[in-house]
Structure formats: structure tokens, C-alpha cells
């Protein structure tokens, strides 16, 4: 399964940037996608990078702050998380998608081989 890391507590306004290495995968196989939970509230999706990275998918609420990148030959994928704010408090996932393609809703279903989560704080 995939390994978070990089989360920590972080004043509103920061950044950090996780990382999700997925050993044991060919990752160029696989779409990735980054999910968090924030205390208290379900899964949701965050972002989603295609196999070939050439194709994105954000939900609304992290367009223009957060960025999805991924290097294959590290089996790593990262998420750059700008301006953060309070909301984005909670714990962060990747998951690997059996397909090349993100699918066009962040529904759990479509993704497997989750990873156990990193933590982001962001509080003053």
C-alpha cells in the first residue's frame, strides 16, 4: 500500500508539500488521487492526477492553491498545499486507480490500495 508523509502543523497562509511513495507499483499504470478527512466529517476527494499526469481533476475548493504532481521513476506523487487554511485541517490520503484516467466523480469506490494517511493542522 501506498506511505503518506509530509503533513504537520501549519500557521493559515502556509504550505507543505506531501508526498505519497508507492512502492512494489508500477505507478505509471495507475491514476492517483489525493483525498483528506477533516475531523468529524467523511472522505472526500481533493485531486487526482492521470497516469501519463498530463490530465488533473480539483474539486473547487483547492483550485489555485493546491497542485498535484508526480514522478514515476521515484514511485512518488506529491501534493503541494498553498495557502492553507483552517478548513483544510484534517488527514490527508492517496489512493491508486486502476486506470489511466481520474474518474469524473471522487467517489471512494473508484480507488483502491489506500494509503494510512498523513496529518495536517493548520491553526494559528
Known amino acids: 500500500q501506498p506511505v503518506e508523509s509530509g503533513g504537520g502543523l501549519v500557521q493559515p497562509g502556509g504550505s507543505l508539500r506531501l508526498s505519497c511513495l508507492a512502492s512494489?507499483?508500477?505507478?505509471?499504470?495507475?491514476?492517483i488521487g489525493w483525498f483528506r478527512q477533516a475531523p468529524g466529517k467523511e472522505r472526500e476527494g481533493v485531486l487526482c492526477?492521470?497516469?501519463?499526469?498530463?490530465?488533473?481533476r480539483y474539486v473547487d475548493s483547492v483550485k489555485g492553491r493546491f497542485t498535484i504532481s508526480r514522478d514515476d521513476a521515484k514511485n512518488t506523487v506529491y501534493l503541494q498545499l498553498n495557502t492553507l487554511n483552517a478548513e483544510d485541517t484534517g488527514v490527508y490520503y492517496c489512493?491508486?486507480?486502476?486506470?489511466?484516467?481520474?474518474?469524473?466523480?471522487?467517489?471512494?469506490?473508484?480507488?483502491?490500495?489506500w494509503g494510512q494517511g498523513t496529518r495536517v493542522t493548520v491553526s494559528p
Open positions: 489512493a491508486l486507480r486502476g486506470f489511466d484516467s481520474c474518474p469524473s466523480t471522487f467517489d471512494l469506490a473508484y480507488f483502491g490500495s
Open positions: 492526477i492521470s497516469s501519463s499526469g498530463r490530465s488533473t
Open positions: 512494489g507499483y508500477k505507478l505509471d499504470y495507475y491514476a
